[in-house]
């Protein structure tokens, strides 16, 4: 079994800033493409980055040169850091991640429960 635990969302007024962490735990071999998502309400499920194992990274157009994506492949983590903070980006942050389970070697694409974060005008 694998789990996604996501911490670091709560309030901020905009033009502030906020870290996300997400720390993949269970029976894991290896973890490919790590990545955050957002979901506003009324809205569909968005990617905000991604990061490979390698370290290569893809953000989403409203969120270049604000926000951050880093990951540790040692502790199984993949944080966020989240600067110039807008009322837009108010949404429920998901952290996802694609693996391998281990012992099976099944590919399998784990979520999050999320976590909120809301950014006041």
């Known amino acids: 079994q694998v789990q996604l635990v996501e911490s670091g969302g709560g309030l901020v007024q905009a033009g502030g800033s906020l870290r996300l962490s997400c720390t993949a735990s269970?029976?894991?071999?290896?973890?490919?493409?790590m990545g955050w998502y957002r979901q506003a309400p009324g809205e569909k499920r968005e990617l905000v980055a991604t990061?490979?194992?390698?370290?290569?990274?893809n953000y989403a157009d409203s969120v270049k040169g604000r926000f951050t994506i880093s990951r540790d492949n040692a502790k199984n983590t993949v944080d966020l850091q989240m600067n110039s903070l807008k009322p837009e980006d108010t949404a429920v942050y998901y952290c996802n991640s694609d693996l391998l389970i281990e012992g099976i070697y099944t590919r399998y694409n784990a979520w999050g429960q999320g976590t909120q974060v809301t950014v006041s005008s």
């Open positions: 269970g029976s894991i071999f290896r973890i490919n493409t």
């Open positions: 990061i490979t194992r390698s370290g290569g990274t």
